[in-house]
């Protein structure tokens, strides 16, 4: 896959959008090129006086992080490399002000409150993603959350609370990023190696995972995560 080209300025002789009147700044980060231009496409003619930057992997996000401050990065959370939520949760330290919207295939009843409590400010659906991502700019801009109507009227019911979770919502973000990991296919020595962390570390998280699931093996986490539409 090439690399994505450098930040660009889009409509640089219009008024600015961006806070307190500046540049406004927006990372698009998504393994899939089509998606990455069509967003700056959208972006373009919605917003004036917009510089773009890319990425298509974790590794990518972070090195855009080192390089410039950013206003709203649109983030995959299932990005080759690192978990989506690992990256951020790295971009939460490393630029506290900057705001991250999240982009996923997954259903926000899957992922959505998960990336709200970790510092997200919002959550967008790929297949809806054109319709709303420049009305979920403009509200994230303003200081608010964006998240479905549906999704809102179900936190408002309280449908989020414990007595009411699917059981891999009561996971550990690291949990979850391990079942995920298993249900796609890969060995406890796979993902000790893409993690960084001991066979035996994964191992405990396996146990734990499938203790907290209620299942034995890890052909019956594929079955679940399957089920719950929680791997491609």
């Given at each position: 896959?090439?690399?994505?080209?450098?930040?660009?300025?889009?409509?640089?002789?219009?008024a600015a959008?961006?806070?307190?009147?500046?540049?406004?700044?927006?990372?698009?980060?998504?393994?899939?090129?089509i998606?990455?231009?069509?967003?700056?496409?959208?972006?373009?003619?919605?917003?004036?006086?917009?510089?773009?930057?890319?990425?298509?992997?974790?590794?990518?996000?972070l090195?855009?992080f080192?390089?410039?401050?950013?206003?709203?990065?649109?983030?995959?959370?299932?990005?080759?490399?690192?978990?989506?939520?690992?990256?951020?949760?790295?971009?939460?330290?490393?630029?506290p002000?900057t705001?991250?919207?999240i982009?996923?295939?997954?259903?926000?009843?899957q992922?959505?409150?998960?990336?709200?409590?970790?510092?997200?400010?919002?959550?967008?659906?790929?297949?809806?993603?054109?319709?709303?991502?420049?009305?979920?700019?403009?509200?994230?801009?303003?200081?608010?959350?964006?998240?479905?109507?549906?999704?809102?009227?179900?936190?408002?019911?309280?449908?989020?609370?414990?007595?009411?979770?699917?059981?891999?919502?009561?996971?550990?973000?690291?949990?979850?990023q391990?079942?995920?990991?298993?249900?796609?296919?890969?060995?406890?020595?796979?993902?000790?190696?893409?993690?960084?962390?001991?066979?035996?570390?994964v191992?405990?998280?396996?146990?734990?995972?499938?203790?907290?699931?209620?299942?034995?093996?890890?052909?019956?986490?594929?079955?679940?995560?399957?089920?719950?539409?929680?791997?491609?």
């Amino acid at each position: 896959m090439k690399n994505p080209k450098p930040p660009a300025n889009i409509n640089p002789g219009k008024a600015a959008a961006g806070p307190n009147g500046s540049l406004l700044r927006i990372l698009i980060a998504d393994d899939h090129d089509i998606v990455r231009k069509g967003l700056i496409q959208v972006l373009a003619n919605s917003f004036d006086q917009v510089q773009f930057g890319e990425a298509c992997n974790a590794s990518q996000v972070l090195q855009q992080f080192a390089r410039q401050q950013w206003d709203i990065v649109l983030l995959d959370i299932t990005m080759p490399g690192q978990s989506g939520l690992d990256v951020l949760k790295q971009l939460r330290e490393l630029q506290p002000s900057t705001k991250v919207l999240i982009l996923s295939m997954h259903p926000e009843d899957q992922y959505a409150v998960r990336v709200l409590k970790a510092g997200a400010v919002g959550y967008i659906t790929k297949n809806t993603a054109s319709d709303v991502v420049a009305v979920a700019l403009r509200k994230v801009l303003s200081g608010g959350t964006y998240v479905s109507e549906t999704l809102a009227q179900d936190l408002a019911r309280g449908l989020a609370n414990d007595t009411d979770k699917q059981p891999h919502e009561v996971l550990s973000d690291r949990e979850f990023q391990i079942m995920r990991l298993l249900a796609s296919g890969k060995s406890v020595k796979e993902i000790s190696f893409d993690l960084a962390l001991s066979i035996k570390t994964v191992s405990t998280y396996r146990t734990r995972l499938l203790k907290k699931l209620g299942l034995t093996t890890t052909a019956d986490v594929i079955r679940y995560a399957v089920q719950e539409g929680l791997v491609e």
